[in-house]
């Protein structure tokens, strides 16, 4: 059976629009570091490498080669992790050519380190790309956090961030970092800005 992660991992990837308390456990994924406004090229381009490594991936048993605990499956939506450069803390209005951003794909459990080499190497042969240089294949965890689903364009992000940090200090819980993990389920070149489903979620811990 094919596994479908808006199905299958409904409490990671598909949250009320409402804040909740998540255990997000360690996953795999291709990642590559940036800096700057995301509405600018070179984050479409992030986007694009690693869509590509994402599809080599799925696409192995096609092209004849299947991995060892290989299953079908439906390619993991984009994420990133936000973070802002120290000068532009405090700034009335947020600078987003000074965001910092980790961009990322997360991968299935049969991916090795070995394998996602092989893939990247494949991908460099066919489609040669300046940013194949700087992907990283690694695992990350969340663990506990706070989460929803924000509806809407991204500018209006900081309203559900702002339920959110109420919702923390209601559970008795605190912000442990300003950093923040979006996951981008809507296809924003299909979905109107005011309909669009964007994943907010941020490290929380139980204050003492």
């Not at 990133?80 to 990322?104: C, F, N, P, Q």
């Not at 956090?145 to 509806?151: A, D, F, L, N, P």
Request: net charge negative.
């Amino acid at each position: 059976m094919k596994h479908e992660w808006k199905k299958q991992e409904k409490e990671i990837y598909m949250p009320r629009n409402k804040p909740e308390v998540v255990t997000v456990p360690e996953y795999k994924y291709f990642m590559l570091d940036g800096r700057g406004n995301p509405n600018k090229e070179e984050f479409s381009e992030v986007i694009g490498v690693l869509y590509s490594l994402s599809y080599a991936v799925k696409m192995m048993p096609k092209k004849g080669f299947t991995p060892e605990g290989y299953f079908d499956y439906t390619v993991y939506p984009l994420e990133g992790v936000w973070d802002l450069a120290e000068e532009a803390r405090g700034l009335d209005k947020l600078d987003k050519d000074s965001l910092i951003y980790t961009a990322m794909i997360r991968q299935p459990d049969f991916v090795t380190e070995e394998l996602a080499a092989d893939v990247i190497n494949s991908v460099k042969h066919n489609k040669l790309h300046r940013l194949l240089e700087n992907v990283r294949f690694g695992t990350l965890m969340d663990g506990l956090c706070i989460q929803m689903m924000h509806i809407g364009p991204y500018d209006d992000e900081p309203q559900s961030f702002a339920t959110m940090q109420d919702y923390c200090e209601k559970m008795n819980m605190r912000r442990t970092s300003m950093i923040h993990r979006e996951i981008y389920i809507s296809d924003t070149r299909k979905t109107a800005p005011e309909k669009l489903k964007t994943v907010l979620r941020f490290k929380a811990e139980v204050s003492s």
